[in-house]
């Protein structure tokens, strides 16, 4: 499909598959991050890692150097207990801090984002209601809507 016809598309734009379009809007697609002086294989290990960039910075550093997102979002996982005690209350904004600097590091994406004009944005993955829109399709979608969200702040 032609860039200009997706672009006045009404229809929502579902990401999620590497073999599909719009995977570099995922967190685990390969677009380095550098923050406070340190570089981060993706977004998904700068995410992860800001659970315990302030209080367990060793472990911050162990996610970074983590061998794939995978292995950063399981690394993060098992250790849950120790990250930081208000995350529930500031991981959104925490996403939105880590998609600016991915698309703002990464221009190219920026554009990708913009040229998706006024569309919605969906993470469709099937287990995950809270960042995407889970097995029955009725999640939060909270990456999507940080991803317009950014794509506004763009504008």
Known sequence: MHASSRQRSTSPILFY????PY?????FAPYAIKYEDKTYPTAEHLFQAHKFLDTR???AEEI?????PRGALD????????????????NISVMDQVLEAKFTQHPALRDTLLKTGDRG????????AFWGYGDDK????????????LREKFR
């Open 17 to 20: 598959d590497r073999d599909q």
């Open 23 to 27: 995977y570099e809007f995922t967190n």
């Open 57 to 59: 910075p060793a472990l």
């Open 64 to 68: 970074r150097n983590a061998p794939s």
């Open 75 to 90: 690394e993060a996982t098992r250790m849950q207990k120790l990250r930081r005690d208000d995350w529930l209350d500031v």
């Open 121 to 128: 944005i969906i993470e469709a993955s099937p287990v995950d």
């Open 138 to 149: 009725q999640g939060r979608n909270e990456l999507g809507k940080a991803l317009v969200r």
